[in-house]
């Protein structure tokens, strides 16, 4: 073999080992590419899942205070009562004391209904 050849041989060979090698790289570059999209798509995923969990927060930290409002409420009227309110409370002939009581039960049993909180569902869509 004549030099011409060889040179031309190393050359052969150089190209295709540079061939190769472009090809793994362009294979490793789709795959980073891929893992790039999935994280990304990952992320907004992940974003909105902690603002949906931040709303949700601000929603039992506003039902908390007014929960709290109605016990303080509840709790002064308590001590509030006076002596002729506990003897009208055990009056039983008419029972308008207890019907009062028991409607007031009824008022405050609902306001904290209301003011209950749903568990946290995320919404993974």
């Known amino acids: 073999m004549n030099t011409s050849q060889e040179s031309n041989q190393k050359l052969v060979d150089r ?4 061939n190769e090698r472009m090809t793994s790289l362009l294979e490793k570059y789709k795959e980073t590419v891929t893992t790039l999209r999935a994280s990304k798509f990952d992320n907004v995923l992940l974003a909105n899942a902690v603002k949906k969990r931040d709303q949700w927060i601000g929603v039992c930290r506003e039902k ?6 109605v016990n303080v409420e509840l709790l002064q009227r308590y001590r509030q009562k006076g002596i002729g309110d506990m003897l009208a409370e055990k009056e039983s002939f008419t029972g308008v004391a207890t019907v009062e009581l028991e409607n007031q039960e009824q008022e405050y049993h609902f306001r904290l209904e209301d003011l209950q909180i749903p568990l946290f569902k995320p919404d993974m869509n």
């Open 15 to 18: 190209v295709k080992q540079d």
């Open 64 to 69: 908390n205070n007014k929960m709290y409002s």
